[in-house]
């Protein structure tokens, strides 16, 4: 396939949607995504069978599933009653495969070749985790609780089995031989920077000579990100040390622009319901900063 490789760095839902727009122009598309979920299903399956937060994985293996694929509607399907109420088909199937196989990245693999993906999906890191803030609330521990906090200064990945949390050498390579890495949308703190600021991920970015786009959310969260312009999302993915060439904003965004201090890229990004960025569009946008880049697309094999 011809094209650039494009590396989608985040949570679930936004790069989810990132996924489906790089399926448009990309030669190869990969997903790096976050585990330090421990809301809802996710959470739930965390804690019953010790597993990693699989929910956004979910997410991810269905946008970049085959068109059409009946597996995919049912790996979204929610039971509704019951002991399995509230866990999705896909989140149950992921908890099978991992203790079936007994490896993280092998049964994400599995259940991308069962979809048949059009692109690869990795766990940001393997370890189970939990994320940590730091700010005006003073140490908080754990997604549900930080995305609750306010004027959050840092984040942090917590090992719980007492380890370092890392990229999978997977998720290194993948980022190495990027063309263009696009980092977002999501929440800033609690899924933007759960996948972005892990450990590894971080240095690879650094030394990829791929575009890193920042995908900017289409408005401020309650409260993690209240008050905050687009200049301030750059500016803490800078303090976290997350290095960004371009950031691509929507051009109604009701979110203040401030000085961000590098290339900014503004396109219509809204989708139909007004809520999420079209994958349309944001193809457009992230194809249009890639070609202004100095960095040159290369073939994938």
């Known amino acids: 396939m011809n094209g650039p490789r494009v590396v989608a760095v985040g949570g679930g839902h936004g790069t989810a949607v990132t996924l489906r727009a790089a399926l448009r122009y990309a030669g190869e598309v990969t997903g790096v995504v976050s585990v330090a979920d421990d809301g809802g299903s996710s959470g739930r399956l965390r804690e019953l069978l010790d597993v990693v937060a699989v929910g956004d994985l979910r997410k991810c293996l269905v946008a970049v599933a085959d068109d059409g694929s009946s597996l995919a509607s049912a790996f979204e399907l929610r039971f509704t009653a019951g002991e399995l109420a509230g866990h999705p088909l896909g989140n149950l199937v992921l908890a099978g495969l991992i203790g079936t196989l007994g490896d993280l990245e092998a049964a994400v693999d599995e259940a991308g070749r069962l979809l048949g993906a059009r692109g690869r999906v990795l766990p940001a890191t393997t370890a189970r985790v939990a994320l940590r803030s730091i700010g005006e609330h003073g140490e908080v521990t754990g997604q549900v609780a930080v995305g609750a906090a306010s004027r959050i200064e840092r984040v942090g990945l917590v090992a719980l089995d007492g380890g370092v949390a890392t990229a999978p050498y997977a998720v290194v390579d993948a980022l190495l031989a990027a063309d263009q890495i696009a980092i977002?949308?999501?929440?800033?703190?609690?899924?933007?920077?759960?996948?972005?600021?892990?450990?590894?991920?971080i240095e690879a970015m650094r030394e990829s000579d791929a575009q890193r786009v920042y995908v900017c959310n289409l408005r401020t969260q309650l409260p993690d990100t209240a008050d905050l312009t687009v200049a301030d999302h750059v500016a803490a993915l800078a303090r976290h040390g997350v290095p960004i060439d371009v950031v691509v904003v929507d051009d109604h965004t009701p979110m203040p622009l401030g000085t961000p201090g590098i290339d900014c890229v503004r396109a219509p990004l809204v989708g139909r319901n007004h809520l999420v960025h079209d994958p349309d569009l944001l193809a457009a946008a992230l194809q249009s900063a890639l070609a202004q880049s100095r960095v040159p697309a290369r073939e994938a094999p």
Do not use: W
């Open 184 to 201: 977002g949308p999501g929440s800033l703190f609690t899924s933007v920077l759960a996948a972005a600021a892990v450990p590894g991920v």
